[in-house]
Structures are given as C-alpha cells and as structure tokens.
T-cell receptor
Framework: DQQVKQNSPSLSVQEGRISILNCDYT??????FLWYKKYPAEGPTFLIS?????DKNEDGRFTVFLNKSAKHLSLHIVPSQPGDSAVYFC??????????????FGQGTILTVHP | NAGVTQTPKFQVLKTGQSMTLQCAQD?????MSWYRQDPGMGLRLIHY???????DQGEVPNGYNVSRSTTEDFPLRLLSAAPSQTSVYFC????????????FGDGTRLSIL
C-alpha cells in the first residue's frame, strides 16, 4: 500500500506563474517531510523540508505547506522558471517505530515550466 | 568534494549472474542507504546502514546483500540477477538517521536480460 502518494503524474506551468505540487500520506507516524528534485540521469537533490511542528517552511522561491489533519502537503514554487522543470518527489519519515529515519517516497510529479 | 559516488553508471547482466554496485561517500556520513527507482513507484528502500558494521533491511531487500566495513563504502550485491531487478539504483548518505536530508549519488542503471 502506497503510504505517500503524488496523484498528479505531471504538471505544466507558464514561466513566472506559480507551480503547486501536491502530496498525500496515510501513515500518522510520519512527522518529517521532504521534497526532492530530480533531473534526468542525476540523483535526487534535496530541496526543502518541514517538521510536523510547523505548517509552513519557506526557502526563497520554494514554500512547503503541511496540513496534518488532512495528511497533505504541498510545494509552491513562485515564480516558476524553466530551470525548475524536473521530477519532484515528496518523501516522509517517522519519529519512531519501524519507519524511524527511513524515507518513504511518493511516485513523483513531472513539472514542465514553459518559457 | 565528490559527495556520493556510484559505479558503474550502466550495467547489463544476464539472468543468474551476480554483481556488486559500488557506493562511496567522502562526507564522513554515518547513515547510508540503497534505493531502487521503478516507473510509477518512486524510490523504494532496499537496505540501509547506521554505521560501520551495522546494516538492516528496508522495504524491498529480497535478492540483495549489503555490508558496511568502512564509513565510506556501502556496496550492494545482487546474488543471482533476475529480470525483476532491472531498475535504477541510487545510493544515499546523511550524517545521521532521522531529521537529515539525504545526499544521493547519480545512480546505476541496471538491465537484466
């Protein structure tokens, strides 16, 4: 059973507009969430993270929002740039139990930013 | 500073052959892990290590072996390759297990015929 889901396989956005990537999770033990960006033929690169004690974390053009009651997080990119075109993975880990420190990934969303 | 280095980048094997995927990091990270990426499934954890001499299984460990004799190296062994192991394999490392973003290598693309 997929514990972390990214239900949109792809997203297309115009340069300068906002990109919103979504992620849902089912495991209530998850308390640390990360977004990774991946270009073809490269490994994933860490983008931004958020702990469950927060509901928002910002880093430049990237903001992650966490809604614990809905078990939902989203990544906002503003403004979007063509260089942001990549696959974005959402990942989660748990504070304890058998999932402690292990990352569970979503399926990924392909973001295409058009000039 | 090379980060996480994986070799080889590409490999084609025949069913039943064995091979070792190499992973090395130069950041003095204690935590290392192996993932496989398959279409539509994201990355799945195969094995991980919290330090030299300590390894444990992840989500999909069957058919794979690991060892951690040094802090720097974490090789992944395929004992008898099967077509179901055709995938892209990523090695990752971080200072510790838990609240630490992991640093990934560029992957090994493995095809089993």
């Amino acid at each position: 059973d997929q514990q972390v889901k990214q239900n949109s396989p792809s997203l297309s956005v115009q340069e300068g507009r906002i990109s919103i990537l979504n992620c849902d999770y089912t495991n209530s033990m998850f308390d640390y969430f990360l977004w990774y960006k991946k270009y073809p033929a490269e490994g994933p690169t860490f983008l931004i993270s958020i702990s469950s004690i927060k509901d928002k974390n910002e880093d430049g053009r990237f903001t992650v929002f966490l809604n614990k009651s809905a078990k939902h997080l989203s990544l906002h990119i503003v403004p979007s740039q063509p260089g942001d075109s990549a696959v974005y993975f959402c990942a989660a880990s748990a504070i304890g139990g058998t999932s402690y420190g292990k990352l569970t990934f979503g399926q990924g969303t392909i973001l295409t930013v058009h000039p | 500073n090379a980060g996480v280095t994986q070799t080889p980048k590409f490999q084609v094997l025949k069913t039943g052959q064995s091979m070792t995927l190499q992973c090395a990091q130069d950041m003095n990270h204690e935590y290392m892990s192996w993932y496989r990426q398959d279409p539509g499934m994201g990355l799945r954890l195969i094995h991980y290590s919290v330090g030299a001499g300590i390894t444990d299984q992840g989500e999909v460990p069957n058919g794979y072996n690991v060892s951690r004799s040094t802090t720097e190296d974490f090789p992944l062994r395929l004992l008898s390759a099967a077509p179901s192991q055709t995938s892209v394999y990523f090695c990752a490392s971080s200072y510790s297990q838990g609240r630490e973003p992991q640093h990934f290598g560029d992957g090994t693309r493995l095809s089993i015929l």
